[in-house]
Structures are given as structure tokens and as C-alpha cells.
């Protein structure tokens, strides 16, 4: 099996990890669920974290053939857009991607200029689907529940889960997000956990769980299937559905949650600027 080489880069405000992934046997690449820095306070976005991945894919000469979402990110605002412009490469995410620009697209009362088609990405992927970074073969897992348009990208021995598995001693996404379900997160870890035992799992984010010093951003299915605190072996659907959905309810909302899905159900895009040339980001009061 293919072992791609995967350079993390860690996004300590937002606990998100992002990725570059190579070819071993070229100098193609993948960037997956980067961060565009955003001071919500102050309305201001920075490019520290996206000039970090540019500088590593520059310094190794390397050629971006795909920048990837996992999901629409409710915690940190993509860098696609700017990543795109200085790198290249075409940007992918989930074919539900359509289901979450409905669903958004409504509460923030997006007017007909928001095409909710999934046209601001060059690639919807589904189940099955396949690409090429160089001489890798990545494949799909359409896996939803956190929501419906979470994705995993196998990529040789390595599987880029998004929000959908955490580390073992924090367990698994969760489902209360509009369009998530618990149920159906249970039957999408499922998938991932039919793995080989050895495929290294890569996560989108890291809280640091009681008692454990330092951020993981590596597992694998071997690990998860023994330890992980929600959907170990032996832990039934029913069983996990309860814990999540008790869970879930105790959660506050993601603190950049409003921001973030405004703009990443755009693949990244501010929302076009008003008469006077601002752009602005809206809050729903009392919507969510």
C-alpha cells in the first residue's frame, strides 16, 4: 500500500489540524481543511496560517493538484480562495455540500447571487469517487453525520477523516449541527473503522483530552477500534446514540460557527460586498 508523506500544520486557536500530502514518488501534493486566520473581534481576517503551507510547498518545489475540504467547517474559516491564487490546484468537497448551502443559505437569507448548486467548488465528490495526486490514488468515503456532507479521503495507507472520528480519549463528532444525526455518524464510523488495522488516521482536530499532555494529530484504526472512548469494539449503535445525543445537548455552539459557515459554504468566499463596497458577515439572532 501507497504511504504518502503528510506534513500537519496546527491551528492552535481554532485546535484545527491541516495538511499537505505527497506523492513519495513526485512533487505533487494535496492541501486539505486549511485555515484563514479571523479576528472576530475586530472583523479582520489574516493568511499567517495558509503563507505557512505556502512556504513548506515552495521551499520543496512542490506542484498543489488539489486543494480538499472534509466538510463546511463550523470552527475556522477556510483559506482555499487564497491558497488557490498563490498555489493553484482545484478545490474538492462532499456532492451534499448542496444539502448544507440550503439549509444556510436560508438562515442567513443568502439572496439568488448564492448559486446552492456546489458550482463554487471544481469537484463534488461521492461515494466511490476516486483522484490523482501524482502517482497516489485517493478514494472517497462518503461519511455523514456530523454533517451530511463529511467526506474521508483514503489516500494509500493514510485516511483524512475531518470532524467525523477524534482522537481515542475524545471519541467522535458531534451530530446536532442542522442535517447531522447519530445514527448515522455510528454507520460512517463504521466504514472508517473497516479499514486496515494500519491505515494511519489523520484528524482535523485536537482538544487535548484530560490528562494528556500535548495535541495528537495521528492515529490509526488499530487504536480507534480498541480505544476510542465513543465507538470502541463492542459499543452498539444504540448505545453510542445515547452518549452522543446526551452529549450534544450539553455543547455550547462553536465560537466562530456563524462566521465560518457563511463563508465556507462559499468555498471560502466572503459574501459579495454591499452599495458601499463593505462586506459584511451576518448573525441570526435567536436563530440558532
Known sequence: MAKPLVK????????????????????????????LDFDYAAGK??????????????????????????????????????LHEQLGGRTGIGKQIVAVQEVFGKAFNAGTEFARDGSQFDRLFEEGDTFQIGGLEGRVLHTPGHTPACLTYVIGDAAFVGDTLFAPDAGTA?????????????????????????????????????????????????QQRAKNIHVRE???????????????????????????????????????????GQVYLKVPINRF
Open 8 to 35: 500537519h500544520f496546527f491551528d492552535e486557536p481554532t485546535n484545527t489540524f491541516s495538511y499537505v500530502v505527497k506523492d513519495p514518488e513526485s512533487r505533487t501534493c494535496a492541501i486539505l481543511d486549511s485555515v
Open 174 to 222: 458531534r451530530c446536532d449541527f442542522p442535517g447531522g444525526d447519530a445514527y448515522t455518524l455510528f454507520r460512517s464510523v463504521q466504514k472508517i473503522l473497516a479499514l486496515p488495522e494500519q491505515t494511519r488516521i489523520f484528524l482535523c482536530h485536537d482538544y487535548k483530552a484530560p490528562g494528556r499532555d500535548g495535541f495528537l494529530h495521528e492515529t490509526s484504526v488499530a
Open 45 to 82: 481576517t489574516d493568511v499567517r496560517s495558509a503563507d505557512d503551507i505556502i512556504r513548506y510547498v515552495q521551499a520543496n518545489d512542490l506542484t498543489v493538484e488539489w486543494i480538499l475540504e472534509t466538510h463546511v467547517h463550523a470552527d475556522h474559516l477556510s483559506a482555499a480562495p487564497y
Open 234 to 276: 463492542g459499543v452498539t449503535e444504540e448505545e453510542f446514540v445515547k452518549l452522543r445525543t446526551e452529549r450534544d445537548a450539553t455543547l455550547n455552539m462553536p465560537r466562530l460557527i456563524l462566521p465560518s459557515v457563511q463563508v465556507n459554504m462559499r468555498a471560502g468566499h466572503m459574501p459579495p460586498a454591499e452599495d458601499n
